[in-house]
């Protein structure tokens, strides 16, 4: 099968992971794969993950050279295209007339859209013959925002390589909490920041927090932090992107944490989960239907009321940390890569 992956960037993030993942399973499988990055952007470091068998091009020019490129290089393949910034990149669709087309939304984009938008990508939704949600509340906002048609969205949620040992939970004086996540507004750093600054306040509960990741609030974040008198507790760690150097900081650590408004469904915290990790999530729709009842959530209360109350839990019974790790590795298995890569093929059958 000839396969194209089509995305804006490839940059340091959990869709280019999943492309990623997806294009070196498919050249496993025999399949002829090739992505196509419409612009280089600023950081293409994932790429060096990428298989060698896989053809990766990025196209340079102006949009009627990337256009004539696009329709060169897709003749006869599917086009997969990979949006995940919620925009919707009218011109280049309009460059991929008569291909044989399947999007994936990554994410619930209610934040970046209006009804104008909304309109846009339902017209250009037609061209698909299917459209891939990542998780139930991403299919949610496909059918029930942007209007497209019931039966046309599935769902297949993203997958992970299980090749981790689980960590060993143990009553520790210092609580190591990781954060995996670029540094952009709706991943909410801000509150997460703010509300450790009120458990510092509040309880005796030492910790560090191992920050992965870089964005345009950083300088923000680490001067709040700062201000905050936190400027001991969080290790930053940057844009840390080769696999084993991010699964060395998760295995270092006893629970992972986040603060997002909006998510799909995060590769982050599957990274966490191959390990064991606990996890205390933002109450939104994707955390919970990840986990389940298996890992703490609190909601966004002014007062941090629930996130300190979920983390005084975590750290003063060691039973339910064992409980919540246990839960967390036994979860992953049911996302296995091989099982979305299998069910993605199954989709391209269905297309072709």
């Known amino acids: 099968m000839k396969i194209t992956l089509l995305l804006r960037y490839f940059t340091i993030g959990g869709l280019e992971r999943v492309v990623s993942s997806l294009a070196n399973g498919y050249v496993k499988d025999g399949h ?51 949006f995940g910034d919620g925009k919707i990149h009218p011109i280049i669709r309009m460059g ?45 906002f496909c059918v029930n925002e942007v209007k497209i048609a019931d039966n046309k969205v599935c769902v297949i949620k993203n997958g992970i390589e299980r090749n981790g040992e689980k960590i060993s939970i143990k009553k520790k004086n210092t609580l190591n909490i990781v954060s995996l996540a670029s540094l952009y507004p709706h991943k909410n750093h801000i509150y997460l920041i703010r509300a450790l600054a009120e458990l510092n306040k509040q309880q005796e509960i030492p910790f560090k927090l191992y920050m992965i990741g870089d964005g345009p609030c950083m300088a923000e974040l680490y001067l709040e932090a700062v201000a905050l008198g936190l400027g001991d507790n969080i290790v930053w760690y940057g844009a840390v992107w080769q696999k084993k150097l991010v699964r060395d900081i998760i295995k270092k650590s006893d ?43 609190f909601d966004f209360d002014e007062d941090y009321h629930t996130f300190i109350d979920s983390f005084v839990k975590f750290y003063n019974d060691v039973e339910v940390r064992k409980s919540m790790s246990e839960s967390s590795y036994k979860m992953v298995e049911k996302y296995d890569m091989i099982k979305t890569i299998d069910s993605y093929i199954k989709v391209y059958e269905e297309v072709v």
């Not at 982050?268 to 959530?297: K, Q, T």
């Open 32 to 82: 002829d794969v090739q992505i196509i990055v419409l612009s280089k952007g600023k950081r293409n470091s994932l790429i060096t993950e990428i298989d060698p068998k896989v053809k990766v091009i990025f196209l340079n020019g102006g949009i009627i050279h990337k256009i004539s490129e696009i329709r060169r290089l897709t003749e006869g393949r599917i086009v997969h295209i990979h």
């Open 255 to 297: 629970v992972f944490v986040s603060a997002s408004k909006y998510e799909g469904f995060p590769i982050s915290i599957l990274e966490g989960m191959i390990y064991g990790l606990p996890m205390i999530l933002s109450s939104i729709p994707p955390h919970r239907e990840m986990i389940g009842n298996n890992g703490l959530f």
């Open 96 to 140: 991929l007339l008569n291909r044989k087309i399947v999007i994936t939304c990554h994410s619930v984009y209610s934040h970046k859209r209006n009804i104008l938008l909304n309109n846009v990508d339902r017209l250009f939704s037609l061209q698909a013959k299917k459209i891939v949600a990542v998780s139930d509340a991403v299919r949610e």
